[in-house]
């Protein structure tokens, strides 16, 4: 069973960065299915916020286009997402979560069997 450890959440002013690690192990490899980013804030519903596919191919939320970048190291099996000019809602926990079927074109958390523990982001204003 695959097992996905992100790292690099903390605490950040508004206009800052942060570029969150998603490790993967037992037997798991990134070229070959779909990986994402989801984040959920306190009482909120968990939401998509972007897929890289086997392709490379990517889907970002509307929220965080042009300043979130996300992207994979196939040869470490690790996940990237780059967060520039962050805001205060962009607070949340985020996780990485993986699908093996390779369709990349959904932000829905339900599409996705596979999840990581989660890494917090907060972001002050």
Known sequence: QVQLVESGGGSVQAGGSLKLSCAAYSGYTYSADCMAWFR????????????????????YANSVKGRFTISQDNAKNTLYLQMNSLK???????????????????????????????TQVTVSS
């Open 40 to 59: 959920q804030a306190p009482g909120k519903e968990r939401e998509g916020v972007a897929t890289i596919g086997r392709s490379g191919t990517q889907v």
């Open 88 to 118: 205060p809602e962009d607070t949340g926990m985020y996780y990485c979560a993986h699908r093996t079927d390779g369709f990349c074109y959904t932000l829905y958390s339900t599409d996705f069997p596979y999840w990581g523990q989660g």
